[in-house]
């Protein structure tokens, strides 16, 4: 069974770090882009960063200059540093991962992991 382990969430206060972790298992054949969202209670799931296979990525304006994405294809993990956290930076963290599997492809998600920032 394909799947999504995310760890490294906690609470911290207001400038502290973290490093996220996410890591696929399974029969995987292939992982395209790998990402990060987030979601806050009474708000939208919203994309915080992303990682093609290339390496190429993209983040979200709130996060830009904080927050660093990386990711390791031989361990097929994905990272997310997050530096200087701020209390808006408090949400669920979910790891995505589009990939190809024994029969089928699309997008898989984690379940999640909490980030509070709070003094």
């Known amino acids: 069974q394909v799947q999504l382990v995310e760890s490294g969430g906690g609470l911290v206060q207001p400038g502290a770090s973290l490093r996220l972790s996410c890591a696929a298992s399974g029969s995987i054949f292939s992982i395209g882009a790998m990402g990060w969202y987030r979601q806050a209670p009474g708000k939208q799931r919203e994309l915080v960063a992303i990682i093609s296979s290339g390496g190429s990525t993209n983040y979200a304006d709130s996060v830009k200059g904080r927050f660093t994405i990386s990711r390791d294809n031989a361990k097929n993990t994905v990272y997310l540093q997050m530096n200087s956290l701020k209390p808006e930076d408090t949400a669920v963290y979910y790891c995505?991962?589009?990939?190809?599997?024994?029969?089928?492809?699309?997008?898989?998600w984690g379940q999640g992991t909490q980030v509070t920032v709070s003094s």
């Open positions: 995505n991962a589009f990939m190809r599997t024994m029969g089928s492809r699309g997008d898989y």
